[in-house]
């Protein structure tokens, strides 16, 4: 391996499991197109993965052999180094609180960034870009009542907010409540009317 190659590696190892790794992140390393060529020769080496254009991971290694990172830690690194908003998808929250029993066949989470996709070995992660009302509450449980009710859709929100809302505690219920302003007016006004307590 050229020295370049074995720096990156080097590099790299400093770096918790799912932090990208950007060619322009390397820079201080050598040129930009050496960077480049180094990148893709670890690549083909099974060192790195190519997670999009640009954008590397470095492989988990254990005992039982190399494996890609978990797709949990790569979004909470995306989300951490881009300061993006990054939610689990309608579709994963609606399975989580009991509205439907399909468990998502694809990995989607919602992002106030730009749509893309990042390449995990054989899977693909799906951010999609989503309004800010979607992302409401982030990584709280009101948050993801509001993700699954716009999953479900205007015509059978009411009916799984009152199934949901029996599941929440009464500071959830009011969280939900504190964030109809910014919903859509199909699913602010049903939010507006529940009770808490």
Same mark, same amino acid.
């Given at each position: 391996?050229?020295?370049?190659?074995?720096?990156?590696? &080097?590099?790299?190892? @400093?770096?918790?499991?799912?932090?990208?790794?950007?060619?322009?992140? /390397?820079?201080?390393?050598?040129?930009?197109?050496?960077?480049?060529?180094?990148?893709?020769?670890?690549?083909?080496?099974?060192?790195?993965?190519?997670? $999009? $254009?640009?954008?590397?991971?470095?492989? !988990?290694?254990?005992?039982?052999?190399?494996?890609?990172?978990? !797709?949990?830690?790569?979004?909470?690194?995306?989300? *951490?180094?881009?300061? @993006?908003?990054?939610?689990?998808?309608?579709?994963?929250?609606?399975?989580?609180?009991?509205?439907?029993?399909?468990?998502?066949?694809?990995? *989607?989470? /919602?992002? #106030? +960034?730009? %749509?893309?996709?990042?390449?995990?070995?054989?899977?693909? *992660?799906?951010?999609?870009?989503?309004?800010? =009302?979607?992302?409401?509450?982030?990584?709280?449980?009101?948050?993801?009542?509001?993700?699954?009710?716009? =999953?479900? +859709?205007?015509?059978?929100?009411?009916?799984? /907010?009152? %199934?949901? #809302?029996?599941?929440?505690?009464?500071?959830? *219920?009011?969280?939900?409540?504190?964030?109809? #302003?910014? /919903?859509?007016? =199909?699913?602010?006004?049903?939010?507006? &009317?529940?009770?808490? +307590?």
């Amino acid at each position: 391996m050229t020295t370049l190659s074995t720096r990156i590696l &080097e590099f790299t190892k @400093e770096l918790p499991e799912g932090a990208p790794i950007a060619a322009r992140a /390397l820079l201080h390393l050598g040129k930009r197109a050496a960077v480049d060529q180094a990148l893709s020769r670890l690549t083909e080496r099974g060192k790195l993965l190519r997670a $999009r $254009r640009g954008v590397y991971l470095r492989p !988990v290694e254990s005992r039982f052999g190399v494996r890609a990172p978990s !797709v949990e830690k790569v979004v909470e690194e995306t989300r *951490v180094r881009s300061g @993006e908003t990054i939610v689990s998808s309608g579709a994963a929250a609606a399975n989580r609180l009991g509205l439907t029993t399909q468990v998502p066949v694809r990995q *989607v989470y /919602l992002t #106030s +960034g730009p %749509s893309r996709e990042l390449h995990l070995g054989k899977q693909i *992660v799906e951010l999609k870009h989503a309004p800010g =009302w979607q992302l409401t509450l982030a990584n709280r449980r009101a948050g993801e009542v509001v993700r699954a009710l716009a =999953w479900v +859709g205007p015509k059978t929100a009411r009916q799984a /907010l009152r %199934s949901v #809302s029996q599941k929440l505690t009464p500071t959830e *219920v009011s969280e939900l409540k504190s964030a109809a #302003s910014s /919903l859509p007016t =199909w699913l602010a006004r049903p939010v507006s &009317e529940l009770r808490v +307590g």
